[in-house]
């Protein structure tokens, strides 16, 4: 069977679009290092870091029991603070039980739970 020289071009131009995908996938997923879970809204989803994570889940509906799965190690660009919300619970860990660092360059707290009213 041979090979036409258009359809080797096409094969090649396919294969460099399954890489260039590849490669998007990989990179996107490099910066995604905490997804959050159990929200019954648009907060569900994946985050950069903590922080960004916190100012989201703010706004979960009442009676949500939120997971936030810390997938890779993150640095976190300020103190993440959590204020009271309507959830009923968080639970913050990585998944599977792998060890995560959580870092970041803070005079205070790194993560500050103490505004939330028990």
């Known amino acids: 069977m041979e ?3 258009r359809n080797a071009s096409c094969l090649f131009g396919l294969k460099k679009l399954i890489l260039a995908l590849l490669i998007a996938i990989i990179s996107f997923s490099s910066f995604a290092q905490v997804t959050v879970a159990g929200c019954t809204g648009a907060e569900n989803g994946i985050y950069a870091n903590l922080t960004a994570a916190f100012a ?15 997938t890779a190690n993150t640095t976190e660009p300020g103190s993440v603070v959590i204020g009271a ?11 599977g039980g792998a ?19 028990l």
């Not at 989201?56 to 810390?70: E, G, K, R, Y």
């Not at 919300?85 to 998944?95: A, E, F």
């Open 99 to 117: 060890a995560r660092t959580i870092s970041g360059n803070v005079a205070g707290h790194l993560i500050d739970l103490t505004t939330i009213v």
């Open 85 to 95: 919300g309507n959830w009923t619970s968080l639970t913050i860990s990585p998944p």
């Open 56 to 70: 989201t889940i703010v706004l979960a509906q009442p009676a949500a029991n939120i997971t936030i799965s810390v």
């Open 3 to 5: 090979i036409s020289t």
